[in-house]
Nanobody, 123 residues
Framework: QVRLEESGGGSVEVGGSLRLSCTALEYDVSIRCMGWVRQGPGHEREGIAYLSPRGVLSYADSVNVRFTIYRDKDKNMLFLYMNSLKPEDTATYYC?????????????????WGQGTQVTVTS
């Protein structure tokens, strides 16, 4: 049974950094698209970064330059490095993945989700 388990969330001051981790169980992170999706209070879910098995990266404008998605194939984990955090980055962050590679990545096709990890940015 596929499981995605996030960790690394917490409370951080404006301008600070955090690294989120996603451990994939019964799932190979190297052969399908994976990404990070967040949902802030009163907001809809927002896909913020994905990584294809071919190494294609994509970031939402809201996090571009500040966030970096990274995959460790040896550890079978996905990471999200978050720098220069802002109060508007406060959200629950989810690791998500598709069930099969379709040649390109699209958040709407991601069928596996973790339980989420909370990130709170304080001013």
């Amino acid at each position: 049974q596929v499981r995605l388990e996030e960790s690394g969330g917490g409370s951080v001051e404006v301008g600070g950094s955090l690294r989120l981790s996603c451990t994939a169980l019964e799932y190979d992170v190297s052969i399908r698209c994976m990404g990070w999706v967040r949902q802030g209070p009163g907001h809809e879910r927002e896909g913020i970064a994905y990584l294809s098995p071919r190494g294609v990266l994509s970031y939402a404008d809201s996090v571009n330059v500040r966030f970096t998605i990274y995959r460790d194939k040896d550890k079978n984990m996905l990471f999200l490095y978050m720098n220069s955090l802002k109060p508007e980055d406060t959200a629950t962050y989810y690791c998500a993945a598709e069930s099969r590679y379709r040649g390109g990545c699209d958040f709407s096709t991601f069928t596996y989700w973790g339980q989420g990890t909370q990130v709170t940015v304080t001013s």
